[in-house]
């Protein structure tokens, strides 16, 4: 089907100073659209028109469709991205089936925080750090560009994204100090808790 971009569901300045106004405006209204528009010149008129958005990830990438992994990669990682953050987020309380599975597969909060901040600062470029269900278990894992754990066998819950446009204007290169905050302030586990429950 194809690509339309919804509005957030809070106002562009909800996640300051974490998150700026300029930056959603910027990374919601400019970088996101231009993946809905570019994913749908590049689907168009082909078989992924009637696919699934998460069925057309995973075919992109075993037919190795650039324009499709990455557009229709960054459209689906967006879409969710916006949900994984609201206003007054993080915390180290999680809901209670995700806690558990952290505490069995990923060694505990602490161990899981620091494992997915250290996955988004190493990702080398562009790309984004992950919180996946592989196999029935919690992994943390980083991609390149475009990517997304549905490309490699795995169910996204929770994912940051680390290209410089959405953390240059407010953290310059602080890449750590950015995921720091993310993780800290904004992670809507909520919202992981129900993708969780769908997988
Ligand atoms: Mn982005």
Request: aromatic residues 14%; charged residues 20%.
């Amino acid at each position: 089907m194809s690509f339309t971009l919804p509005p957030l569901a809070y106002a562009y300045d909800a996640l300051a100073p974490y998150m700026s106004k300029e930056t959603l405006e910027f990374h919601h209204d400019k970088h996101h659209l231009a993946y809905v528009d570019n994913g749908n010149k590049a689907m168009a008129g082909t078989p992924y028109e009637s696919l699934s958005l998460e069925e057309l990830c995973k075919k992109a990438y075993a037919e190795k469709n650039a324009a499709l992994v990455n557009n229709g990669g960054q459209h689906f990682n967006h879409l969710h991205f916006w949900q994984w953050m609201k206003p007054r987020g993080g915390g180290k309380k999680l809901p209670a089936k995700l806690q558990a599975m952290v505490d069995k597969d990923l060694g505990g909060y602490d161990k899981m925080r620091a494992d997915f901040i250290n996955a988004g600062v190493t990702q080398f470029g562009s790309g984004w750090a992950w919180l996946a269900l592989k196999g029935g278990k919690l992994e943390v894992q980083k991609t390149a560009n475009g990517e997304n754990p549905l490309m490699h066998g795995a169910m996204p819950l929770l994912g940051c994204d680390v290209w410089e446009h959405s953390y240059y204007i407010d953290y310059r290169n602080a890449r750590p100090k950015y995921l720091e905050a993310w993780f800290d302030n904004l992670v809507n586990w909520e919202y992981v808790e129900s993708l969780l429950a769908k997988a």
